[in-house]
């Protein structure tokens, strides 16, 4: 089967391409670079050559097709469609960053939207069914109960969250529309996956979150000022109804994550229809799509993260106390019960796992 990854050099794309090739699909891949690399394909085949190496031969997938292209440019689209025939759509490729999103909201809503909306229709265009979209844990918003479920309401503090949550309508929209009158037997299938705060770095160091600029997430900020990149960091707030009164975060490591994507793809293909309206109608808000939570199912506080990240390699990692940021909650994790019970998916590497990668990647990175 010929996946597309859109957005596939991306950090987690490009972890998730590592893991469909181990479990024998066949990509094809559509990223702008914007925010990642040509290196990063060539880096996922050197991975993949020394696991053949090392594993044997195995059952390894094929990179098919490398397409350098903006999902947001349709008529590009739609040649990658004509040009290989895509049995599955995993939709990684957008803007991420939730404080430029405040600054910028129109471009992110442009630019999220329509590369959505462009995949959906060159999906259905061409016959494709099934597409695992990537969403987040930002649609449940402000809520104060934890564990976070699929079931609970959902809300957003500020544009990125609201493409995120405005995607999945969509998608979920068309899974509920008429059917095709010209083909009766189509039927969208989008799989919502909703995730938490993904850290870590391949086990080899070649791939890793390479952000452009100041970073955004906890976990690379933390690795600049182990490196020296920066001089120390700022911890948002130490008066929260917490531990040791910082915010806590379920923290999930990025190859998890990836698998976590072959579960769902391999489950949406080989699901009948009864299992599938099983699967949506047990996330009663979801329409005619299955929503999954990924995390691990445990909080870690940013002071915990820091110290584990010190400890585990040894490395000092500066910091100071500043004010709480504003939209910041106390408390987020996930309950994953349903990726467990239907995907048969669980989290299986730790907080220590995760630092000792990152570190990994940062010393490793070319």
Known sequence: MNILVTGGAGYIGSHTIVE??????????????????????????????????????????????????????????????????????????????????????????????????????????????????????????????????????????????????????????????????????????????????????????????????????????????????????????DDYDTPDGTGVRDYIHVTDLAKGHVKALTWALSADDSQWEAACEAASSSGGAAVFNLGTGRGTSVLELVTAFADVNSVPVPYVIGPRRAGDIATCYADASRAKEILGWEAELGIEDMCRDSWRWQRLDF
Not at 48 to 56: D, H, I, L, R, V
Not at 83 to 95: E, L, P, T
Not at 107 to 124: D, F, G, I, P, Q
Not at 168 to 173: F, G, T, V
């Open 20 to 237: 469909l090739l181990g479990a024998g699909y066949d990509i094809v891949v559509m990223d702008n670079y914007s925010n990642s690399a040509p290196s990063v394909i060539d880096r996922i085949r050197r991975i993949m050559e020394e696991e053949k190496q090392t594993a044997g031969a195995g059952n390894q997938g094929r990179i098919i097709d490398v397409v350098e292209g903006d999902v947001c440019d349709k008529a590009a689209l739609r040649r990658v469609f004509e040009n290989n025939s895509i049995s599955a759509v995993i939709h990684f490729a957008g803007y991420k960053a939730v404080g430029e999103s405040v600054e910028k909201p129109l471009m992110y809503y442009r630019n999220n939207l329509e590369s959505t909306m462009n995949v959906a229709e060159c999906m259905k265009e061409f016959g494709t069914e099934y597409i695992i979209f990537s969403s987040s844990a930002t649609v449940y918003g402000m809520n104060n109960r934890v564990p976070f479920v699929e079931t609970m309401p959902v809300s957003c503090t500020n544009p990125y969250g609201w493409t995120k949550l405005m995607s999945e309508q969509i998608l979920r929209d068309m899974a509920a529309g008429a059917p095709d009158k010209e083909r009766p037997d189509y039927r969208f299938r989008p799989v919502l996956l909703r995730y938490f705060n993904p850290v870590g770095a391949h086990r080899s160091g070649m791939i890793g979150e390479n952000p452009k600029g100041i970073p955004n997430n906890l976990m690379p900020y933390i690795q600049q000022v182990a490196a020296g990149i920066r001089e120390k960091l700022t911890v948002f707030g």
